[in-house]
């Protein structure tokens, strides 16, 4: 696991509240790992929060945290990240993806987000990664951001 550092963490959350209101949101967390990043949606009033990590004992850490939190709009969930994005009937307004960086298919994940239409009119795709990606290519890219040794990337959902 490779927690967003906090200076990253604290970087993307300025640059949020300044975009939209966090407050009534609702996000999917891919790749979640620690849960740091869902965390931080709840304890600033996202209405739904859903998890998903491959690994059991993230998702067990992300329920036991959460429920000491009283984050009740939290839901977390074992699952690959393309098995449940190819099966999901759910559409968020922000979906926050961290990927292991070496990981293959990144393109992929992007494609399926808006091929699948996951994201709500206006909606927002952020992609971490490592200084080596560029997807300034991709016909639904926004902009890139950088903290450090983090990128994030924003994709936008097209209107409808």
Do not use: W
Not at 1 to 18: I, S
Not at 96 to 119: C, Q
Request: net charge negative; proline share 4%.
């Amino acid at each position: 696991m490779r927690p967003t550092t906090d200076f990253a963490k604290e970087g993307l959350f300025n640059l949020l509240q300044n975009r939209l209101e966090i407050s009534g949101l609702e996000v999917l967390d891919l790749c979640s790992g620690t849960g740091n990043i869902a965390y931080e949606f709840c304890s600033r009033g996202a209405a739904k929060v859903h998890c998903i990590d491959a690994h059991y004992p993230c998702i067990a850490y992300i329920k036991k945290t959460a429920a000491n939190l009283e984050f009740k709009q939290l839901v977390a969930r074992k699952a690959d990240l393309f098995k449940y994005l190819n099966q999901t009937k759910e559409r968020y307004d922000l979906i926050f993806s961290d990927p292991p960086y070496a990981m293959e298919g990144l393109e992929k994940l992007i494609d399926l987000v808006f091929e699948r239409k996951l994201l709500n009119e206006g909606g927002l795709l952020i992609l971490e990664h490592d200084k080596h990606s560029d997807f300034s290519k991709h016909p639904c890219f926004n902009n890139q951001r950088k903290y450090g040794n983090v990128n994030f990337t924003f994709f936008e959902s097209p209107s409808e």
